[in-house]
């Protein structure tokens, strides 16, 4: 064993706040890392339920800001046309 600790599907929907249907259609769909021995159960690891968790992140306005101007201060042609105007 390799110290992990994995979770039934029944504890996976408990532990992302869906229901059990729903959390196997996400899995059917392939968007949840799972394991699945010859028993046919499906077994899943908190760092990958976290990891689904994370994959959501919508970014706040200035966040997508700050990387806007990141992203035109590291350009040369659009950082000499901003300081042109």
């Known amino acids: 064993m390799d110290g992990n600790f994995y979770l039934s599907l ?17 899995v ?3 968007k949840i890392t799972h ?5 046919g ?4 690891l908190k760092e990958d ?6 994959q ?3 970014s706040a306005d200035f966040e997508l800001g700050e990387k806007a101007d990141q ?3 590291s350009h040369p042609r659009i950082r000499r046309k901003a300081v042109a105007q």
């Open 35 to 39: 394991y699945k021995p010859t028993n």
């Open 49 to 54: 339920l976290d990891a689904f968790i994370r």
């Open 41 to 44: 159960r499906l077994y899943f």
């Open 71 to 73: 992203i035109l201060n």
């Open 56 to 58: 959501g992140k919508r």
């Open 10 to 26: 029944e504890d996976a929907a408990h532990y992302l706040r869906l229901t059990i249907s729903y959390t196997y259609k996400l």
């Open 28 to 30: 059917h769909r392939g």
